[in-house]
């Protein structure tokens, strides 16, 4: 079955379920056993049955087999937000004297976390150029457990050759985790590419309204148990009015990410010919670093990338432009229907990696509005931006 297809049946289970095409949901904390030795049995292997209501019901159950599917893993665990899978799955993993190496280029909050919580317990960061490839090798340290990419990077978009990590990674026995958010799981197979765990905001394009707050942790059979265990043990655990309407947003996924796609792409071609930008930083065009691996490794882009604007635009001038965008809000989190804009700084987030532009930079999320609209509200900012 082609993954297209997949994604519409994987998690559902009409026949038990009186025909109806998708799956209840399940508010539960308490699960009942009718005997003793029930649930002795049951709590020999809690991770795999239905066991306690922070443990899994039906729903999340059917929400995970639909990730697993997008994913092409084994398994899936869902949390309560995409930062709960980051920090569950890494600290599924360390211990107090163990070391990790992390992307430059990742998520802030995924830095913050080692930067505060990590360091707290004595587990130690190494941050790398996102551009690095192969030559991680000379940064691993014997105590080194976690190698995390995420690719492309959030804002600056590096596409990071994860092929050529991940081998470098199973030379030395240490565990791979990528950020899967920006392909959605759906234009980038990380297991295809050497990762063990791949980690997903659901809260972006797989819930795709806007309106849930979700994580997502993909990964093998080998790993499931000890990561699942972990990940309860810290309390974490995805509600099912939130797996549920996930779950709903897995079946139009392709069909969003095809309008997402489109759309970003002709705003970024758009943007490109314009003289107030100086960079188009989307993984599909030759500005942005790691081009060729996006090329080699990825069978489509989602809707989100930056540009840089020439030097000379104040603060204020980029201030007045998005002040009155109609079709652009300026709102973090992206991968709703709705376009937005943010402004950013790539310099003070940066310690393996300079960044030598001088402009503004802008990221922008392509909504599924009409793209000449969006092109026009595009237009009339640049003109706020010029009077300054
Ligand atoms: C939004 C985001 C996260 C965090 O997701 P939440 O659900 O908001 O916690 C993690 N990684 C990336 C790349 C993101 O864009």
Redesign the pocket.
């Known amino acids: 079955m082609k993954k297209q297809t997949h994604l519409l049946h994987a998690g559902r289970n009409a026949k038990e379920n009186f025909g109806i095409v998708n799956p209840p949901v399940y508010h539960a904390s308490t699960v009942t056993f009718p005997t003793v030795e029930a649930m002795n049995k049951a709590g020999e292997n809690p991770t795999e049955g239905i066991y306690y209501g922070r443990m899994a019901t039906p729903t999340s159950h059917a929400f995970e087999e639909a990730v697993a599917a997008l994913e092409g893993a084994d398994k899936a665990i869902a949390v309560q937000?995409?930062?709960?899978?980051?920090t569950g799955a890494i600290l599924a993993f360390v211990k107090n004297g163990d070391h990790i190496l992390v992307t430059d280029s990742?998520?802030f909050?995924?830095k913050k976390f080692c930067n505060t919580v990590l360091k707290g317990f004595g587990v130690e960061t190494t941050y790398f150029n996102p551009t690095i490839g192969s030559n991680i090798e000379k940064l691993i340290q014997p105590n080194t457990k976690v190698i995390f990419t995420?690719s492309p990077g959030?804002l600056t978009f590096e596409v990071q050759d994860i092929p050529a990590i991940t081998k470098v990674a199973k030379d030395h026995k240490i565990i791979t985790m990528i950020?899967n958010?920006?392909a959605a799981g759906y234009f980038f197979n990380a297991f295809d590419h050497g990762c063990d765990i791949s980690?997903?905001?659901?809260?972006?394009y797989i819930g795709g309204h806007s309106d849930v707050?979700?994580?997502t942790i993909a990964l093998g059979d080998d790993l499931y148990k000890k990561v699942k265990t972990y990940v309860y043990g810290l309390g974490y655990c995805a509600a099912p009015d939130d797996c549920y309407l996930a779950q709903r947003g897995i079946r139009t996924l392709p069909a969003r990410l095809k309008i997402h796609e489109e759309n970003g792409m002709k705003l970024a071609s758009w943007l490109k010919e314009q003289p107030e930008v100086k960079r188009v930083l989307h993984p599909a065009f030759e500005d942005c670093p790691g081009h060729d691996i996006f090329k080699r490794d990825f069978t489509g882009a989602c809707g989100l990338f930056s540009i840089v604007l020439q030097d000379h635009y104040s603060e204020k001038a980029v201030a007045s432009m998005l002040d009155g965008m109609e079709l652009f809000p300026m709102g973090?989190?992206?991968?709703g229907y709705e376009s937005l804009m943010i402004p950013f700084n790539p310099k003070g987030a940066r310690n393996a990696s300079s960044w030598e532009d001088q402009g503004p930079c802008l990221r922008l999320h392509a909504g599924q509005e009409n793209v000449e609209d969006l092109i026009n509200d595009l237009d009339k900012g640049f003109e706020r931006l010029n009077k300054g």
């Open positions: 937000s995409g930062l709960a899978a980051i990742a998520y909050p995924t995420e959030s950020d958010t920006w980690i997903q905001a659901a809260t972006k707050m979700l994580g973090y989190s992206w991968g």
